[in-house]
């Protein structure tokens, strides 16, 4: 007991990129730009689909979750990480750290389970347009949507929890942009086997299972798409489903191939570049790509802007 107390850290240094230190003013601004950019997006998006009762339908209410989760999920990591260029080598408590593992993970889970739902619901709505409406209820809806939340933050809970409890006693330095659990795992001085295997099990059945799940609706949806006479439709249904999947390609490559393994880390610079993918360029490609491609989101956003024109100049 004497020992884990003497080796129990309070504190995290983070290093994050050391060899870019020199340009950290440049790369905060545009951090922080992407930042403001996601937020702006998200929440215009979320604003029109929650304004617009048009808009009122279980596809759209899955897009304004999204948006809802995607700006939970950069806030959890994107403000640590922009003082961190400002302040080199930025210290984190051990509590916070663990905290913001969890939210980070649970957040993503949650995407992740999202996703999935909305890839069922475009597979109902494209292959059973008929039952369509009878299926895809408002109930079902809500339902889907807390299913997705209740799985997301339960989920890590065994991985936290057995990371709080390691000790940590040859450094505190995590190669990292933000406390994540491969990185943390790397830094403890006992063996960490159990950690490791009980993240693969867990990580492998979120993140492979949902992946697979939505790799199975494409593919019906493709096949359904394949069936449609008309060149016009044909394209138009082809360029959504496109836009949809590079989306899902690049956020399920990137954290499959972070957290879905049997070792501790890979190369710890190249899980940041990774992490910077996941946590910085996809939210901000989400809105454009799942909100603002979509037609009648645009033309909600016309008809609003109209609105307020024809009111400026009534005034």
């Known amino acids: 007991m004497e020992h884990w107390n003497q080796s129990r850290v309070t504190e995290f240094i983070l290093v994050g990129f050391p060899a870019l230190y020199s340009y950290g003013p440049i790369l905060f601004c545009c951090l922080l730009l992407a930042y403001l950019l996601t937020i702006i997006g998200n929440m215009l998006v979320f ?24 700006l939970w999920y950069t806030t959890v ?26 939210f980070m993970h649970s957040l993503g889970v949650s995407e992740c ?25 408002s109930k079902l809806t809500i339902q889907l949507v807390y299913t997705c939340f209740i799985a997301g933050f339960v989920s ?50 979120v993140l492979l299972g949902t992946f697979s799940c939505i790799m199975i609706s494409y593919i019906m949806i493709i096949r359904a798409i394949m069936k449609i006479r008309t060149p016009g439709g044909r ?56 909100s603002l491609r979509n037609k009648e989101i645009r033309n909600v956003i016309k008809r609003q802007i109209c609105k307020r024109r024809d009111f400026r100049n009534k005034r």
């Not at 689909?49 to 995607?70: A, N, Q, R």
């Not at 302040?87 to 969890?102: A, G």
């Open 47 to 70: 604003t029109i689909i929650c304004l617009d009762t048009h808009l009122h339908k279980p596809m759209y209410c899955f897009i304004g979750v999204l948006s809802i989760l995607e």
């Open 235 to 290: 394209t138009k249904a082809f360029s959504t489903c496109v836009s949809h999947l590079a989306v899902v390609l690049v956020f399920f490559s990137c954290v499959i191939f972070m957290y879905v393994r049997l070792r501790e880390s890979y190369s710890l610079y190249y899980d940041r570049v990774l992490a910077i993918m996941y946590t910085v360029l996809t939210p901000i490609f989400n809105p454009i790509i799942y």
């Open 77 to 102: 990591n994107i403000p640590k990480m922009l003082i961190n260029l400002l302040k080199p080598r930025e210290s984190i408590s051990f509590t916070n750290c663990l905290l913001q593992t969890y």
């Open 156 to 205: 890590p809970v065994p991985e936290v929890m057995l990371i709080s409890y390691l000790p940590f006693c040859s450094s505190n330095e995590i190669q990292h942009i933000f406390c994540d659990s491969p990185a943390l795992l790397s830094l403890a001085c006992t063996d960490t086997s159990v950690n490791v295997l009980v993240d693969f099990i867990i990580n492998g059945f």
């Open 113 to 137: 389970y999202l996703l999935t739902t909305m890839a069922y619901d475009r597979y109902l709505a494209i292959c059973h347009p008929l039952r369509y409406s009878s299926i895809m209820t």
